[in-house]
């Protein structure tokens, strides 16, 4: 952004408002009358707004660069420096601070010292008359700069950019990423804003808490047995649209992202502990109609995955994993406490291995 072509001054704190539009935000859906409480809360879920919060009492209020901001009313609402809005605010604002105090995680020592009242009185800005001013600026320092913001917030921020008409390599170019990279987070923002647009999905449902793990959908969308599933082709990325999914096949964008996400609504947990294997493993489920109603009737991935396997790659692998505990068992043997309950399971496990050995030996022959 060419700051020489836009305003810039001080402006009162107090003049400024946080961007609900931003794309650290919108992982919680808040609406357009969401308080500040919700938005620091919000934010604090994806950014350290305490680190920011200990540097200004230490430091006061260094500018190292300018917010930037475009002007609403009589206010500014502002489009880059949110996370520093938020711990200016909870600088000045005691009752604000204390009831945030458990998600901040750290207690602000008061009275705030004058200096650093001061120093947060009027905040340097850069004005712009139009948000695709500062596009370009502030998609490099999150995307691919310095401050990088979470897959989801990049996905939201490039999909909007996309949708007001910019092209994909445009898009790339400025923000300093690759067009594959930029298209795979556009991809997979429009499944996902299809599912909630249809109210097959919601962000706020999951069951998998914490940072919303955006990249286990477009990493999924990447995979030939997720597409086959939704019924997206190979080369669908190619025209992306607005609504990828077709309408007979929502229903089972729903199954993709309940399983891999978890819906409190429909009590289901999310199957998705980590990426890899996690997520190539239901993608092969899914290309199973059978393992696919076994993991509906289970939650149990790795229960519905066996449906997929040889009977006798099945027996295998069972049997090496038992294999491997019991050797740990014999290890630790001596530290059995004499317990009668562990001992008529050991001898319950014994009269199960002689049986297997008597089948094996039975089909052997």
Do not use: C
């Amino acid at each position: 952004m060419a700051t020489g072509q836009h305003e810039k001054r001080s402006i009162d704190a107090t003049d400024l408002l946080f961007d609900i539009k931003n794309p650290r935000l919108v992982g919680e859906r808040l609406s357009e009358k969401a308080d500040d409480i919700q938005i620091i809360t919000n934010l604090a879920e994806g950014a350290d707004i305490a680190e920011l919060v200990i540097s200004i009492e230490e430091n006061t209020f260094v500018d190292f660069e300018p917010i930037v901001v475009i002007e609403e009313g009589d206010k500014f609402r502002v489009l880059e420096g949110n996370r520093r809005l938020a711990a200016i605010k909870l600088l000045q604002d005691e009752k604000l601070a204390q009831q945030v105090v458990q998600v901040l995680k750290h207690s602000i020592q008061r009275p705030v010292r004058q200096a650093v009242l001061d120093s947060i009185k009027k905040i340097p800005a850069i004005i712009v008359t139009k948000e695709a001013d500062a596009q370009s600026y502030i998609g490099f320092k999150h995307i691919n700069g310095p401050h990088k913001w979470t897959s989801f917030a990049k996905a939201k921020f490039v999909t909007t950019w996309f949708k007001n008409g910019t092209g994909i390599d445009e898009i790339a170019r400025k923000v300093g990423d690759k067009n594959q990279t930029v298209k795979d987070l556009i991809a997979g923002m429009l499944v996902l804003e299809q599912a909630e647009e249809e109210e097959v999905f919601d962000v706020q449902d999951r069951t998998k808490r914490g940072v919303f793990g955006f990249s286990h959908l477009y990493t999924a969308l990447n995979r030939k047995e997720y597409r086959d599933y939704i019924g997206l082709k190979k080369d669908w990325t190619e025209n992306l649209v607005t609504s990828p999914v077709s309408t007979g096949d929502v229903k089972k964008l729903k199954t993709v992202l309940q399983y891999m996400y978890g819906s409190k609504k429909d009590n289901i947990e999310s199957v998705i502990k980590s990426q890899n294997p996690d997520l190539k493993h239901l993608g092969v489920v899914f290309s199973n109609p059978i393992a696919t109603q076994v993991l509906q009737d289970t939650n149990n991935l790795e229960t519905a995955l066996e449906e997929t396997e040889e009977k006798s790659a099945v027996f295998e692998r069972t049997l090496i994993s038992a294999n491997t505990q019991l050797q740990k068992a014999s290890a630790n043997v001596s530290n059995y406490n004499g317990a009668e309950a562990i001992m008529d399971m050991a001898k319950n496990m014994e009269r199960m291995i002689s049986l297997i050995i008597n089948n094996m030996e039975s089909v052997s022959k």
